[in-house]
């Protein structure tokens, strides 16, 4: 999983380089309490400072930037929501697939962070898709969010609250894909309309 949040990135610094606050603080040049508002989230590193947070980072082989896969049967959607990743102001990565099938080796392949499905597709409808998924991953689960365009249908509105999961309108702007990358990122609850 990726972590794109100041605080989860000295943690993931620290726990898999095996770096105390201290020692790390040595190496980046600051005093431990700084390291120390960092890791708790009560500051946020300067520029110069994620720089070299994010270089340690890949270093050690630790992922910064979010990994999202989308599923949707329709390449034009999957294109519009290639290019939404790419002007995004949270660091992403973005792997789409027109196949749910397909979507279950890429799930496990990519370690998403999270997963956006189109409810309905042929052969496998998205909530389908999305329990299989569960299935295969387990706690490892990354939080997944449903498009549909039939965003008034009462049946599908009760299917994506009885999963518990998201549900978007589609089309959905730019700001629902920041908003979605940004609680991926900060570890809040999403606020998507």
Avoid at 5 to 15: C, D, M, T, Y
Avoid at 51 to 65: E, F, H, N, P, V
Avoid at 89 to 95: D, G, N
Avoid at 138 to 144: Q, W
Wanted: net charge negative; hydrophobic share 45%; proline share 6%.
């Amino acid at each position: 999983m990726a972590t794109a949040a100041p605080n989860g990135l000295v943690s993931a610094i620290r726990e898999t380089g095996g770096y105390s606050q201290e020692a790390l603080a040595r190496e980046l040049g600051v005093s431990f309490a700084t390291v120390n508002a960092w890791e708790r989230g009560r500051s946020q590193p300067r520029p110069s400072h994620l720089q070299s947070l994010r270089s340690m980072a890949k270093s050690l082989g630790i992922r910064t930037d979010i990994m999202l896969l989308a599923i949707d049967d329709d390449p034009a959607t999957c294109a519009v929501i290639e290019g939404m990743v790419a002007g995004a102001s949270v660091p992403a990565a973005v792997r789409t697939t027109t196949d749910p099938f397909n979507a279950l080796i890429l799930s496990g392949a990519l370690d998403p962070d999270l997963i956006l499905i189109d409810v309905m597709m042929p052969g496998i409808d998205g909530f389908d898709l999305a329990e299989r998924l569960e299935e295969i991953r387990g706690k490892r689960m990354p939080r997944i969010v449903f498009m549909t365009a039939a965003s008034d249908d009462a049946e599908i509105i009760a299917r994506a609250e009885e999963s518990g999961h998201i549900l978007i309108a589609k089309p959905f702007g730019q700001d629902a894909i920041e908003t979605l990358l940004d609680a991926v990122a900060t570890g809040a609850e999403p606020a998507v309309s």
